[in-house]
């Protein structure tokens, strides 16, 4: 089973950027689609945005246009570039990684939080 390990998240003011990093170790990085998620007090988890292998991305509506999701098969680490922050984006942020429905593992997450 593979492991994922995000980075330490922060607290940023609205209007800031902040960028989050997932290394992933014990699995066929490649293979994988890699996403984060996230999920604030009293909310369920979701999708903030997620790449394929080969390299195409979606995101959340809430996040396009601000958010970048990108992934580095070589060193097996997935990042998320987040820039104008809002008191909205806080949560807790887990990185994902996904085997087509045949496996999906998760980081412990690292909690972000904008002020405004």
């Known amino acids: 089973q593979g492991q994922l390990v995000e980075s330490r998240g922060g607290v940023v003011q609205s209007g800031g950027s902040l960028r989050l990093s997932c290394a992933a170790s014990?699995?066929?990085?490649?293979?994988?689609?890699m996403g984060w998620y996230r999920q604030a007090p009293g909310m369920e988890r979701e999708l903030v945005a997620k790449?394929?292998?080969?390299?195409?991305?979606q995101y959340a509506d809430s996040v396009a246009g601000r958010f970048t999701i990108s992934r580095d098969n070589g060193k097996s680490m997935v990042y998320l570039q987040m820039n104008t922050l809002k008191p909205e984006d806080t949560a807790v942020y887990y990185c994902?990684?996904?085997?087509?429905?045949?496996?999906?593992?998760w980081g412990l997450g690292t909690q972000v939080t904008v002020s405004s």
């Open positions: 014990g699995l066929t990085f490649s293979n994988y689609v």
């Open positions: 994902n990684a996904d085997l087509y429905g045949r496996g999906n593992i």
């Open positions: 790449q394929t292998p080969g390299g195409s991305r």
